[in-house]
């Protein structure tokens, strides 16, 4: 069983910075493609940014140019930089990793974006 913990989520200002953590409990993190997903409240739940385990990004329009997806396969970890932060990037977010055509979730952290 993989377990994903996020962390980093918080309140920010319009224009603020926050970077969100998602660290893994498995061996073969390396192998994994790891997500960003998020979901405002009434919404459902949509993908922000994928990386692959060869490093390749990819980003939902609406964080593109804002957001950076990376990892480290040394700390298990994968992170997501979210800059010029907007309102309507509150949401819960969510981490996910699959690995051999299996989905984990982590539990969310919420980021919320507002004056």
């Known amino acids: 069983q993989v377990q994903l913990v996020e962390s980093g989520g918080g309140l920010v200002q319009p224009g603020g910075s926050l970077r969100l953590s998602c660290a893994a409990s498995e061996s073969q993190f390396r192998f994994s493609l790891m997500a960003w997903y998020r979901q405002a409240p009434g919404k459902q739940r949509d993908l922000v940014a994928t990386i692959s385990s060869s490093g390749s990004t990819n980003y939902a329009d609406s964080v593109k140019g804002r957001f950076t997806i990376s990892r480290d396969n040394a700390k298990h970890t994968v992170y997501l930089q979210m800059n010029t932060l907007k309102p309507e990037d509150t949401a819960v977010y969510y981490c996910?990793?699959?690995?051999?055509?299996?989905?984990?979730w982590g539990q969310g952290t919420q980021v919320t974006v507002s004056t």
């Open positions: 996910k990793s699959r690995l051999l055509a299996t989905d984990y």
